[in-house]
Structure formats: C-alpha cells, structure tokens
C-alpha cells in the first residue's frame, strides 16, 4: 500500500476530527464577503440561464381537397418541451401538426417531417411538399416579388396519414432553453438525440403510440432520419417507414483525394446538359439516356479514374471524349480537369458561351455572374429563386391560418451559428469516423425491424445530393434479399427540392401512396 505524505496525512486526520483550523478566509467579516460572492455567482447563472417558453398550443380548423376527396383537419401549431435525465428543460420545440378530423386518430399513420443543413427549419417541406397548403410557383422560373400567394395543396399526404413538421433546435421558433448549449445538441448523434426525446413526448401527449409511424427527411434532413429511426426503435417505438427526400447518407464523397464524388456527380451533371439541350444528338428519353451514364460512370469512367497519374493518354482521350457526349463540356476542358469536372466547375462551365450559370439545388435554374470568366458561379440561383417568397408566405400564413404568434423572430435558416459549431464527429467500432457516414444505422434498423419501408425520392437536376450516390449508398446496406425489396426509389425531373416542379410533385405523390398503403395497410 502507498503511504500518505506525512502533511496529506495530518490532514487527513484533522478533516475527519473536525478539528481543523479556520483559514482567515473563513472568518465571519470574510465569510460574508463569500457569501455575496455566491449570490453574484447565482446571478450571474441566471444571466446564462435561457428562460423556457411555456409549453402551449393554438388549435384552429380547415378544410382541403385531395383528389376527389374533401378532408376536415386540425391545425395545431405549438411547443413541446423536452428534457435532459435530471430532468432539466433543454429545448423547446415548435412544431405544426395536421390530424383528419373524425376516426380514430389513435390508429392513423402519423408522419414526422423535418428539412436539414444543419441548421434549416422545417419551413420548405412544410410550405412547398405534402402539407395541406403550398406556396404558389412556376416550375423552374424564379417567384416573382411580393405578393406572394399560397395554394390548397391537391398533393397533400393528408388523405394518408397525420402530419407534423418539426423545426430543429436554434430554427424557426425552436430554442434552447436552461443552460443548453449548442454543443449539446447541435451534432449528428446530439441532434438524433433531442428529435428522439421530442418524438416520444409526442407521441405520449397526443396518444399515439398505436398509430402507424413515419419519418420524412429532406437532404441533411435524411442523415437525421438514418440515425434516428435507430434511436427511437433501440428506446422501443418501431416504425412503418422513413421516406428520403435528395438523400445524403456518407458525406466521405467530399473528402480531397476520393474519385467516387465524380463518379456518383456524373449522371446529375448529365442530366442538366441534356435539360439545356448541351447534349449532342439529345436522345429523347432521359430515362434511358441516364441509364447509359450511369453504366459508363460504374465502369470506364470507375476504371480510368482508378488509373489515376498513371493512365495511359490514349484511355485518358476515349473517356473524355465520352463524357464530352454525355456532359456538353469540350473534351479538351475535360481533360484540362483531369477527367474530373466537380458540380461547382460545371454549373460556371455548362452555360458560359451564354453568359450564364445553373443552379446548385436545382440544375434547371439559370443564373448570372458579374462576369463570364470566373472558375465558380457566385451563388445559387435554385435558392435565390424562392427563398423570399417562402420565408414572406410562412410568416404570413402562421399568423393569420394558424393564429400562432411570437415576439422573437421566425428562424428559416441558422446556418451560421449551427453550422459552424456542428458536431460531426460519431464513435463506431472502438474509434471515431473521420467522416459522417449514416447509412449503417438505416441497414440496422432494417434488420432489427423487417417490416421497415425505405422509399428513396431523387430529383435528376440535384447537384447538391445527386441521385446516383443515393443509388449507391443504398444498395450497398449489406442487407439479405428479403429486407432488400423493402428499398424503394423514385426518380423525378426536378431538383433537390422535388416538389418545386407541379409535375414530379404530382409523381412523388403517386408514389408515396402506394408506399403508405404498402407500409401501413
């Protein structure tokens, strides 16, 4: 045994006497001077301490036509605290949700919608996809000033399941409260955390525990998805199904150094070629047309790519004349590039004859730089093109149909504070990934629940999360035969944001109700 140091020892001895000496500190002219300073140290707490908005709800009725079907519906637009294990509030959620009125609510599919970033509100899905309402737009032409309008949406998911469109914390009018710091939630296993409390208070105030349950993510919106299905089915709710929307599941493909981002960009940036007529001798179909790109990029391109410095030069010609066929980009740009065009150079490159760029989100969206000579575009004009009109109708539209009101402003985005201090680092196996990488939690919860349904919905012009690397990701879950066929995609002509364009919402809703009614029948 180590023997105590005679002075820790005597220490030690008069501590458990009582017997030892006051310090001059403890005398009572200075222990009242501690015991202000306590009281600031409290004051100063409190000062830190982010007071929590009472949990509250603001219920109003309507009425929507979905087919030929008429739906009466609740509106409750509300906040729902959640808590950490001491039972201290955390964050404060808003949420909207949007329940058929008669039945037997109990029993009926519920969804949990949510866009991602990190750092966006749930704002987009809400305002443009299955909600009961849409805000009005012309396809892939920019929504024209003020005013804005909205629209019954004949698309709505209501006439399938209840609806509730949750905004992440430190979005919309969702904060943190308490002595919560971003860090505590504003990370990849944080963030899946805090949607998992605010699921289950949830489904336990409205009694929902027997409905059918889904989750419906959009973009970084289905890396939380991936995660928190896990979640919630390891704390023992299992669910029906989870739909992801422009899907981004191994954020690896960034990385410098990795050729597999070129290959799964190829098919996108050959789909915006062929919807701006850069394709020589356009084929008719791009359905067939992406087909033959797909091919070509999981193998010569794969291949040659593979070569890397050492390829041969006459190889390194074929291939980019090929993708020159398929991209509209001259072959000696290509090989400039060494046969490795990134989305940023493309959207500058594909329209510079004209003068003009395409968009990030949505490749059919035309832009303008200040010149025609830069290496990048200088913004996106897919998201240029609508923000303003969706930011303008939600605030309208939760003051005056929802009755929902706040002194604090509505957060659409708060990518700068959330993104910057995101937390993307997960320990797996004994060790921390060194990129985000998602789709093993999806292929677990797949195996522990076999009746899970996944439906995948890809836009062709999504530079952002290109369709292909869905493709990839998601057949390569490592999933026996029988769980496979629970995978579904859908692919439509449009952007990330696939219900921009009244067309493919019109297909993706076709679509997702044959999902439900396979789902939850």
Request: aromatic share 10%; hydrophobic share 35%.
């Amino acid at each position: 045994m180590r023997q105590l140091p005679l002075a820790s020892l005597a220490l030690a001895t008069l501590l458990a006497l009582g017997t030892l000496p006051l310090h001059a500190a403890d005398t009572p002219k200075d222990a009242a001077k501690t015991e202000q300073g306590d009281k600031d140290k409290d004051k100063n707490a409190d000062e830190h301490t982010q007071p929590t908005p009472p949990e509250r709800s603001v219920v109003t009725k309507h009425s929507v036509r979905v087919g030929n079907r008429s739906i009466d519906y609740t509106a409750t637009a509300g906040r729902l605290t959640i808590r950490d294990d001491k039972g201290k509030p955390t964050v404060s959620f808003f949420y909207v949700a949007y329940t058929a009125d008669g039945g037997k609510n109990s029993k009926r599919p519920v969804t949990f919608f949510y866009n991602g970033g990190p750092g966006s509100s749930s704002m987009w899905l809400h305002m443009g996809s299955f909600g009961p309402v849409r805000v009005a737009n012309d396809g892939d032409k920019p929504i024209p000033p003020a005013p804005y309008r909205w629209v019954p949406n004949e698309q709505s998911l209501l006439d399938k399941t209840d609806l509730v469109f949750i905004d992440a914390p430190g979005t919309g009018y969702s904060q943190l409260v308490g002595k919560t710091e971003g860090k505590d939630v504003w990370g990849v296993d944080q963030d899946a955390e805090a949607f998992t409390k605010f699921i289950t208070r949830y489904v336990s105030v409205n009694n929902r525990w027997n409905s059918p349950k889904f989750l419906f993510g959009e973009s970084y919106g289905t890396t939380r998805s991936a995660v928190l299905v896990k979640s919630l089915q390891d704390a023992g709710m299992e669910f029906n199904g989870v739909v992801l929307m422009s899907s981004i599941l191994d954020f690896s493909v960034a990385a410098p150094g990795i050729d597999h981002g070129y290959i799964v960009n190829l098919p996108t940036e050959a789909a915006i070629a062929w919807y701006h007529n850069k394709v020589p001798n356009k084929p008719a179909d791009i359905g067939t047309f992406l087909a033959e790109v797909r091919r070509f990029a999981s193998s010569d391109y794969t291949l040659a790519l593979a070569k890397g410095d050492t390829i041969d030069p006459a190889e390194a010609d074929r291939v980019a004349n090929q993708m020159s066929r398929y991209l509209g980009l001259s072959p000696q740009y290509i090989k400039e590039a060494n046969l490795r065009v990134n989305p940023s150079r493309f959207r500058k490159e594909l329209l510079r004859n004209e003068r003009l760029t395409v968009g990030r989100l949505d490749g059919r969206f035309q832009g303008i730089d200040p010149d025609a000579a830069g290496e990048t575009p200088d913004g996106d004009t897919a998201s240029d093109a609508i923000t303003g009109a969706y930011v303008a109708v939600f605030n309208q539209y939760a003051a005056t149909e929802l009755k929902f009101t706040e002194d604090r402003a509505y957060l659409p985005n708060n990518y700068g504070a959330i993104g910057r201090n995101w937390d993307w680092k997960r320990k797996k196996n004994g060790g921390w990934l060194q990129a985000t990488y998602v789709a093993d939690d999806l292929a677990d919860a797949m195996r522990r629940n076999p009746h899970l349904k996944v439906f995948s919905a890809n836009g062709y012009y999504d530079l952002a999360t290109p369709f292909y690397a869905t493709e990839f990701d998601l057949t390569h879950l490592g999933l026996e035969p029988a769980e496979r066929k629970n995978v579904t995609f859908g692919f439509y002509p449009s952007g990330h944001m696939i219900y921009l364009d009244q067309t493919s919402l019109q297909q993706t809703k076709a679509d997702l109700s044959r999902f439900y009614d396979d789902a939850a029948p």
